[in-house]
């Protein structure tokens, strides 16, 4: 009797209205979410990508030396070897974001910019005025 009274004074938070016993602040984080960006190397897809995923759930990341660092690499447990990105026939993208060729769109995206629409009905005026001169 004496060591469950000991126990149960140790314990300072008290049952919610679940019955489960609430902890302390350091596990009232809230919801961590990160947002999902994709890391492209120059235009093309990398399989390193959070993004990037492959459909038969073979993906996954290891790590090896080099120079006395550890790098990431993606690996594919279907060839025990390196992935080989967006030329395997399973690699994928969550948001649809891989191209046939490889690019990721949006790589592309912050590439070139977008024009509003209030530009675009402006250069068309100039050239239908283009057109009425001659």
């Known amino acids: 009797m004496g060591i469950k009274k000991d126990r149960d004074s ?14 302390g602040d350091r596990y009232r ?8 960006v994709p890391i492209p190397i120059g235009d093309n897809c990398n399989p ?12 996954f990341m290891g790590s090896k030396s080099y ?8 690996m594919c447990r279907l060839s025990g070897d390196k992935c080989v990105g967006f030329e395997c026939q399973y690699s994928s993208c969550k948001i ?24 675009l009905f402006r250069e068309m005026r100039e050239f239908e005025d283009y057109d009425i001169d001659y």
């Open 67 to 74: 120079r006395g660092k550890l790098l990431k690499e993606a």
């Open 48 to 59: 390193l990508c959070p993004l990037f995923k492959c459909t038969r759930g073979a993906l």
């Open 10 to 23: 140790l314990h300072q938070s008290k049952p919610n209205s679940h019955g489960f016993k609430e902890h």
């Open 96 to 119: 649809n974001a891989l191209l046939p060729d490889g690019k990721c769109t949006k790589a592309l995206e912050k590439k070139y910019k977008t024009v509003s629409e209030e530009e």
């Open 29 to 36: 984080t809230g919801s961590v979410h990160k947002k999902l």
